[in-house]
């Protein structure tokens, strides 16, 4: 936490008195993050605070079992009580989204300039130290004293990483904006060479006008892995109860309806339908036992060839015909199937009110069906019941992708899972041998 050399200051410190910094009290400015952003007052209040000049802007770290916010009186007197709440529900996010108790990518400055980028975007730009880095926005220019203590590579390089960050759109991940910052490498070079910066010493040592990260991240990969997944569990109940009460009370402040549902998807504990998936399909295959002379047989060494297995299953799919299983429904499910078909091999067959045998498919070794129609009926699904029951010896399994909406079966024999189209779910209590797979879209199909 105390290496100057990664932190910067984005408000000229040595304009703060001595006296104004002692002065500085943060209670007030917690107070009023209680009334105005009650779901980031009630994550700060199970973090410990620490008043402390051995960083020069502030910082979370998980330190001691204990997950700490560093704060320099100093840096914070200079901001106005805006700058200060977005200060504090920027420590918050980094929280959020684990970049203290995840491995930092490197090199690790242009992480630290990612893991910023992602955050600001999520944060009104009145709330934001100048200096920061936001996406969509340039620096501030440079004064004249500021271009008089640079060099020219210096004002090059500072122009340059403030043209590509004023290119970037805004609310990314991290990951995209450390991918697009390291596709360039003058710009990448420029960032770890700290050329850009305006003025000289150390970054955090007081210049004003600098720009980067606008709080610390040093001390995020001190922690031990068991230390890590202890914090990770913290910061997720943490997480959870400040989630809770912010539902119960309808008082989420600032935060949106995207970043809510975002929010509850962190700590949900939903298996999500591609595990359900894949472990259906693992369960039905079957051992084909056959003779290798290559392989010792352990009970008669030398005079019989050992055995070896082999596990493969074959799995019918029966596909809905009714018009609310769309294309779009078939390809989520086969794009799902097609990592799975190495070892499985998948027989595709339509049905409505009754099975059409014609429309029968062989997909195996990722060779992908067409999504197509051969019917427009009604649904019933004693129809791929029966048919799968009638012909257990060819398969392991079946699975019915469907919408849900008919009635229920009755008993099958063989295994049996139901892949529900999203937004919709079966009209019946399935039975307790059949396993349901309810599909969801993912949040960047959903956007677009």
Same mark, same amino acid.
């Given at each position: 936490m105390a290496d100057k050399g990664t932190s910067v200051d984005l408000v000229p410190t040595e304009t703060v008195s001595d006296e104004a910094a002692a002065n500085f009290d943060l209670g007030p400015h917690l107070l009023r993050l209680m009334w105005d &952003? +009650?779901?980031?007052? #009630? %994550?700060?209040?199970?973090?410990?605070?620490?008043?402390? /000049?051995?960083? +020069?802007?502030?910082?979370?770290? !998980?330190?001691?079992? /204990? =997950?700490? %916010?560093?704060?320099? *009186?100093?840096?914070?007197?200079?901001?106005? *009580?805006?700058?200060?709440?977005?200060?504090?529900? #920027?420590?918050?996010? #980094?929280?959020?989204?684990?970049?203290?108790?995840?491995?930092?990518?490197?090199?690790?400055?242009?992480?630290?300039?990612?893991?910023?980028?992602? =955050?600001?975007?999520? =944060?009104? !730009?009145? &709330?934001? *130290?100048?200096?920061?880095?936001? +996406?969509? $926005?340039?620096?501030? &220019?440079?004064?004249? $004293?500021?271009?008089?203590? %640079?060099? /020219?590579?210096?004002v090059a390089a500072y122009q340059r990483i403030s043209d590509k960050i004023e290119s970037f759109p805004r609310k990314e991940s991290a990951e995209w904006y450390f991918a697009r910052l390291m596709e360039d490498d003058q710009v990448r070079e420029d960032i770890e060479g700290s050329k850009g910066r305006p003025g000289e010493g150390e970054p955090g040592e007081g210049q004003g006008g600098g720009y980067g990260p606008m709080d610390d991240h040093e001390g995020w990969d001190t922690m031990s892995d068991e230390d890590r997944e202890i914090i990770k569990g913290k910061v997720k109940n943490i997480l959870g109860d400040a989630i809770r009460e912010a539902d119960s009370k309808n008082s989420w402040g600032s935060v949106g309806s995207d970043m809510r549902a975002e929010l509850r998807q962190m700590i949900s504990t939903e298996i999500p339908w591609q595990t359900v998936l894949k472990k259906f399909c693992g369960m039905t295959r079957r051992a084909n036992r056959s003779s290798n002379v290559r392989r010792l047989n352990r009970k008669y060494t030398g005079i019989h060839p050992g055995a070896e297995r082999g596990y493969t299953s074959s799995i019918a799919i029966y596909i809905d015909q009714s018009g609310s299983v769309s294309n779009a429904d078939l390809e989520l499910l086969f794009a799902e199937l097609r990592n799975l078909a190495k070892r499985t091999e998948f027989t595709v067959f339509h049905f409505d009110t009754e099975v059409d045998e014609a429309s029968e498919t062989v997909w195996k070794r990722g060779r992908t069906p067409e999504a197509s129609r051969t019917r427009c009926g009604g649904t019933d699904f004693r129809a791929p019941t029966n048919h799968a029951n009638k012909n257990k010896s060819r398969f392991d399994g079946y699975l019915i992708l469907t919408d849900g909406e008919a009635c229920d079966p009755g008993h099958s024999r063989l295994k049996r899972g139901w892949v529900i189209t999203p937004g919709r779910e079966l009209l019946f209590q399935s039975s307790n041998r059949d396993f349901v797979i309810p599909m969801k879209r993912s949040a960047d199909k959903l956007a677009s």
């Open positions: &952003e +009650p779901f980031f007052s #009630h %994550m700060l209040r199970r973090v410990t605070k620490v008043k402390t /000049d051995k960083i +020069p802007t502030a910082g979370v770290l !998980a330190k001691d079992g /204990d =997950i700490k %916010m560093w704060w320099n *009186p100093k840096f914070l007197a200079g901001l106005n *009580p805006n700058q200060i709440k977005g200060l504090l529900k #920027h420590e918050c996010y #980094h929280l959020v989204f684990e970049h203290t108790t995840t491995r930092r990518r490197d090199p690790h400055i242009i992480h630290n300039y990612a893991t910023d980028l992602a =955050i600001n975007s999520l =944060i009104p !730009a009145e &709330e934001l *130290p100048e200096g920061g880095l936001v +996406p969509g $926005k340039a620096f501030t &220019e440079l004064t004249e $004293k500021q271009l008089k203590e %640079m060099s /020219d590579e210096q």
